[in-house]
C-alpha cells in the first residue's frame, strides 16, 4: 500500500508538471510541435488605418468642361458618342493624400477611342475639385497604380497609322512637395517590320491553286506495214 501510494503520488506530481508546461508558454513545446503534428494558424484581423480617402462619385464630363484648363478642342469633343454615353474612362485613388479620393479622367475620341486627354483632380477640403495635372497630347492614357500616376503616350513616326504606332513613353508620377514630379519613366519601341512601307500593311496574297500539268502530245505511231 506505501508503495502504491508513492507511486500514484509521483503520477500526479509529473502530471502537474505537464499541465504547467503546456498552460505556462514556456516550456519544452516552444520550439513548435513534434513533426507530423499540425496547428492551425489565425491570421490577425487587418486594422483600419484611417488613411485611406473616402470614394465620392464626380459628374466628371461637368468637372472637365467646367475646367478653365481645359483646351476648347477637347471640350467640343466631349460629346456623347451613341445615346448618352460620353468617351470618357474615369479612375478613383489615393496619390495626393486628399480628403476624398483623386480623380483620373480620360478623354477619347468617338470615332476611334483614341486618348486625346488625361486630367487628375484632387479634392479641396470644402469639397470641391482642383485641376493638378493634365496632358493634352495624341493618344495618351493615364492610369493609377500603387498611389502613382501612370500615363501612357503612344508614338507615331511621320507615316505611322494610328492603329499601329512605332512605340510608346510610359510615364510614373509621384505626388511630391504638392505636385506630381516624374519618377520613372520607360521608352517601348514596336517591331513591326514596317519600315519600308507607307505606314500601311503589306496586302495578303490570295492563295492560287497550281494549274494541272497540260498533256503533251505524244508522237504519232509509225503505221505498220500489211505485209503484202
Known amino acids: 500500500m506505501a508503495a502504491s501510494g508513492t507511486a500514484l ?46 470614394t465620392r462619385r464626380v459628374n466628371v464630363v461637368a468637372l472637365v468642361k467646367g475646367d478653365p484648363a481645359v ?30 479620393a483623386d480623380v483620373v479622367v480620360n478623354v477619347m475620341s468617338c470615332a476611334d477611342s483614341v486618348g486625346i486627354g488625361t486630367y487628375v483632380y484632387r479634392a479641396r477640403e470644402d469639397g470641391s475639385y482642383e485641376n493638378v495635372f493634365m496632358a493634352e497630347v495624341p493618344a495618351v492614357y493615364g492610369t493609377i497604380d500603387r498611389g502613382d500616376l501612370v500615363v501612357t503616350t503612344q508614338v507615331y513616326r511621320e507615316k505611322d497609322p494610328m492603329a499601329f504606332p512605332s512605340g510608346s513613353e510610359v510615364v510614373t508620377y509621384r505626388w511630391t512637395d504638392g505636385r506630381f514630379a516624374e519618377h520613372d519613366r520607360v521608352h ?29 502530245d505524244k508522237p504519232d505511231e509509225p503505221e505498220r506495214s500489211s505485209g503484202n
Open 188 to 216: 517601348n519601341d514596336f517591331s513591326r517590320g514596317l519600315d519600308d512601307t507607307d505606314g500601311e500593311l503589306p496586302a495578303q496574297t490570295e492563295p492560287v491553286e497550281p494549274d494541272e500539268p497540260e498533256e503533251r
Open 71 to 100: 483646351s476648347e478642342q477637347v471640350k467640343d469633343v466631349l460629346e456623347p458618342c451613341a445615346g448618352k454615353a460620353y468617351p470618357v474612362d474615369t479612375s478613383y485613388g489615393s496619390m495626393t493624400d486628399g480628403p476624398s
Open 9 to 54: 503520488a509521483g503520477l500526479a506530481a509529473f502530471g502537474l508538471f505537464c499541465v504547467g508546461c503546456s498552460t505556462g508558454g514556456t516550456g519544452t513545446r516552444d520550439e513548435g510541435p513534434a513533426g507530423g503534428q499540425s496547428v492551425a494558424q489565425v491570421s490577425p484581423r487587418p486594422v483600419p488605418s484611417g488613411t485611406t480617402p473616402v
